[in-house]
């Protein structure tokens, strides 16, 4: 165990700072459905966190759709956690961290 010399001379010192939310993984409900997009409605998905209900509306219906409503989720979220989403129907777990390109 280190101890800083801070604490050697007395002084007092906190612990460090834990992560405010911890990413964690969480599902995710996708239902297609008729969205309003840019150009008037269109067919697309609604993907719905299973944490906090928060519901983001994508156009298209495709993976690539899905995995936009994940990330759209992350930046929204309205509980401010960065989390993994994943869609249960599929295997793959759609991950948005900061730190990713």
Known sequence: MAISLRAL???K?????????KPRK???EVSETEVDGDYGYCQGVEVTCGRCSHTV???GTSERSIKRGCMMLK????EGE???????????C????????
């Open 13 to 21: 010192v906190e612990a460090p700072a834990q992560p405010r939310n």
């Open 9 to 11: 001379r007395g002084e």
């Open 26 to 28: 969480v599902d995710v």
């Open 94 to 101: 759609y991950v948005y961290r900061d730190d990713e390109d």
């Open 75 to 78: 930046e929204e979220c309205p």
């Open 57 to 59: 509306s994508v156009c």
């Open 82 to 92: 960065s989390n993994f989403y994943a869609h249960q129907e599929q295997q793959d």
